[in-house]
């Protein structure tokens, strides 16, 4: 069974300041990793995937994760927060690309950008 | 870009009630799903559907069911809504070989 851990519900952090949001997955598979966005009455966006080659992922908006499967880490991380970045984050780990892969969502992180 | 849309942004209906949530989404894609979310519990899975007529349970299907007639349409059912389903309802899309899912904006329901 996978599962995907979060840690974190609220992360503030002052504007121009490293953003880094922590995501732990188990997986008993190679996993499929994504971080997914969801600013205010939206939807989820997705910002970056990994499934197989680099571990260092770059995503929209200047976010990037790496794949660290030693550590079963995934952490997403933004050199400079910018107050646009204000929003709820959530890491995700799936355990393929088949029809009958399913994709199992962590509880969230809430960013907050101080001025 | 794909579009994924939900019928209704809020939506607010008494304990009892038949509840209907549709989700169409434009780009021809077999794989649709419902979630709801919940704060500090994420996205839970209640349904998907790989194609036409075709639905399996996830992980919280209990008091919901599920209508997909048409590959561009998603129905979630609530056949008699009560307070513990007060949530926010997400619906996503995706096509097979691709794991990435493309969300809607999402229905806030309550139920009171």
């Known amino acids: ?115 | 870009d794909v579009k994924v849309t939900q019928s209704s942004r809020y939506l607010v209906k008494r304990t009892g009630e038949k509840v209907f949530l549709e989700c169409v989404q434009d780009m021809d894609h077999e794989n649709m799903f419902w979630y709801r979310q919940d704060p500090g519990l994420g996205l839970r899975l209640i349904y998907f559907s790989y194609d036409v007529k075709m639905k399996e349970k996830g992980d919280i299907p209990e008091g919901y069911s599920v209508s997909r007639e048409k590959k561009e349409r998603f129905s979630l059912i609530l056949e008699s809504a009560s307070t513990n389903q007060t949530s926010m309802y997400l619906c996503a899309s995706s096509i097979p070989g691709n794991v990435e899912q493309y969300f809607g904006p999402g229905t806030r329901l309550t139920v009171t």
């Not at chain 1, 953003?19 to 190679?30: A, F, G, I, K």
């Not at chain 1, 976010?63 to 995700?92: G, I, Q, R, V, W």
């Open chain 1, 1 to 115: 069974a996978q599962s995907v851990t979060q840690l974190g519900s609220h992360v503030s952090v002052s504007e121009g300041a490293l953003v880094l949001l922590r995501c732990n997955y188990s997986s008993s598979v190679p996993p499929y990793l994504f971080w997914y966005v969801q600013y205010p009455n939206q939807g989820l966006q997705l910002l970056l995937k990994y499934t197989t080659g680099a571990t260092l992922v770059k995503g929209i908006n200047g976010f990037e994760a790496e794949f660290k499967k030693s550590e079963t880490s995934f952490h997403l991380t933004k050199p400079s927060a910018h107050m646009s970045d204000a929003a709820e984050y959530f890491c995700a780990v799936s355990d393929g690309d088949s029809s009958a892969s399913k994709i199992i969502f962590g509880s969230g992180t809430r960013l907050s950008i101080r001025p």
